[in-house]
């Protein structure tokens, strides 16, 4: 009972086909034509009552199945009008209906086959059962574009539905590369400022005995760049930055220094695209965050040059407690750099001798 009821309320037809199902039903008025003029039997209104509780179902089901499946229901719509033609020239909308449901065979050249195999034969009928022209005139003059529209319409609205998974396809890669994008910007900007306030932090509290004065500024920096950080990962998420890479140089002088490494930067003066400057001062601030944290190095030098219409950026230090590229390599911020510049059509190499030394290779053209 659970199921029937189910049934009944359906959808009887897909949401996306609309009303219009519903309202072809009236066809139906057809057969019932000649009873207008010739009173029907009492068996004739049984078979008629037979004949729609058998149809309507099989109309509705159409809609549904696909190819083979939709065979047998084209074959007995095929048949009911087959069955009615030599006593009721309505029969004529069976054969109509029936070319309308090859819509639902996906392989086009094979719909439009069926549609002309179905009215050939209702035009064999009407010949071999001498059949009036108001019984072969519609079935052709309708048949025919009610069943050509119908394929034509069930094209569409495939194509449409393809789109339409496309586009939610493409939205949904969209999001992940946002969910990515933050990612990797949540993990460049707070990593480094968090390395900051650590090392401002373990300063301060060395120096709170022997001078509170020192200790009181490196508080007060460490609150500073903790309202920066805030800034900063709201602008990430909004998608803007508002610092470049001279800011980064001086984050990075200022953090180095409480860690007392030496910072030797030399950089060219010339216009960089503001694609290639937020990758290198995001590539900036993870190298000085892998120093801060791994290195324990003393001194830093940084190159930023354009060599042949190519941004360089050079970032090496004297560290020793890193031994292999491998350590790093499995992190998250050296991926997300690498990921960075391989959009932009550049190149990321990570070195490891005395020290850790990285070079970022970034064309103009592919950034600008």
């Known amino acids: 009972m659970r199921k029937i009821r189910q049934l009944l309320a359906g959808p009887w037809v897909p949401p996306a086909v609309g009303k219009a199902p519903y309202l072809w039903l009236l066809s139906l008025n057809f057969f019932i034509w000649k ?5 029907p039997t009492a068996l004739e209104v049984l078979l008629l009552v037979l004949t729609v509780l058998v149809f309507v179902p099989m109309y509705f089901a159409s809609y549904w199945l696909r190819n083979r499946k939709l065979v047998p229901v084209l074959l007995a719509t095929f048949a009911l009008g087959l069955a009615w033609a030599p006593f009721n020239f309505g029969a004529c909308t069976f054969f109509i209906f029936a070319a309308a449901m090859c819509a ?31 019984f072969l005139m ?74 509170p004065g020192a200790s009181l500024r490196e508080i007060r920096d460490i609150e500073t760049n903790a309202r920066q950080a805030l800034a900063e990962v709201r602008s990430a998420v909004s998608g803007y930055r508002q610092t470049g890479l001279q800011h980064e140089l001086a984050q990075a002088r200022t953090a ?94 990570l070195e490891v001798a005395r020290g850790l030394s990285l070079e970022l290779r970034l064309p103009v053209g592919a950034a600008a």
């Open 35 to 39: 009873f207008f003029y010739t009173p």
């Open 104 to 134: 639902g065979i996906e392989n086009r050249r094979a719909a439009y086959a069926s549609i002309a195999a179905i009215l050939i034969g209702a035009s064999l009928i009407a010949l071999v059962v001498d059949l009036p022209l108001s």
């Open 138 to 211: 519609p079935t052709l003059a309708v048949g025919t574009p009610v069943g050509i529209a119908s394929v034509m319409d069930a094209t569409v609205r495939c194509k449409q539905m393809q789109l339409l998974r496309k586009q939610e396809e493409v939205e949904h890669l969209a999001r992940i590369t946002e969910r990515e994008r933050i990612s990797r910007d949540m993990h460049d900007l707070l990593g480094h400022t968090l390395s900051l306030i650590t090392l401002k932090a373990e300063l301060a509290g060395r120096l709170l005995e022997r001078d």
């Open 256 to 349: 180095l220094a409480a860690a007392n490494v030496t910072l030797d930067a030399q950089v060219a003066s010339f216009a960089i695209p503001a694609t290639a400057e937020s990758v290198l001062s995001l590539a900036l601030r993870e190298a000085v965050t892998n120093i801060l944290r791994h290195a324990d190095a003393r001194r830093c030098e940084i190159n930023i040059a354009l060599e042949n219409g190519v941004l360089s950026c050079r970032i090496r230090d004297d560290g020793e407690r890193l031994a292999t590229a491998a350590a790093i390599e499995r992190g998250n911020g050296l991926r997300g750099m690498q990921e960075r510049v391989v959009a932009l059509g550049g190149q990321l190499r």
